[in-house]
């Protein structure tokens, strides 16, 4: 059973940092992609990011671009999200997500199929 399990989120003020983790168990994950998605209160889910299962592609949504930085380290079957320069706008649940087969499409929602729990990201303005 494939499990992905989110943490590192919590209460930061604008301007800070955090750096997100998420482990996941059940399967090799080293050929699959995975992906942070977010979703803020009264919005719709959004891809923040999303890495290839070998970290050759890397996908950021515009509005984290440049700011957020997507890793995996292949060898704890982990993905990273740092999370610099936060914004207020930045607020939301963040969600852990990987797919069923060695597609590398980091950028196609539907093909991810597990999701963690979700972890609270509160910036504070």
């Known amino acids: 059973q494939v499990q992905l399990v989110e943490s590192g989120g919590g209460l930061v003020q604008a301007g800070g940092s955090l750096t997100l983790s998420c482990a996941a168990a059940?399967?090799?994950?080293?050929?699959?992609?995975m992906a942070w998605f977010r979703q803020a209160p009264g919005k719709e889910r959004e891809l923040a990011a999303g890495?290839?299962?070998?970290?050759?592609?890397?996908y950021y949504a515009d509005s984290v671009k440049g700011r957020f930085t997507i890793s995996r380290d292949n060898a704890k079957n982990t993905v990273y999200l740092q999370m610099n320069s936060l914004k207020p706008k930045d607020t939301a649940i963040y969600y852990c997500?990987?797919?069923?087969?060695?597609?590398?499409?980091?950028?196609?929602?539907?093909?991810?199929?597990?999701w963690g729990q979700g972890t609270q990201v509160t910036v504070s303005s």
């Open positions: 997500a990987t797919q069923s087969r060695a597609w590398d499409d980091v950028r196609s929602e539907k093909k991810y199929t597990y």
């Open positions: 890495i290839s299962g070998g970290s050759a592609i890397i």
């Open positions: 059940g399967r090799t994950f080293s050929n699959l992609a």
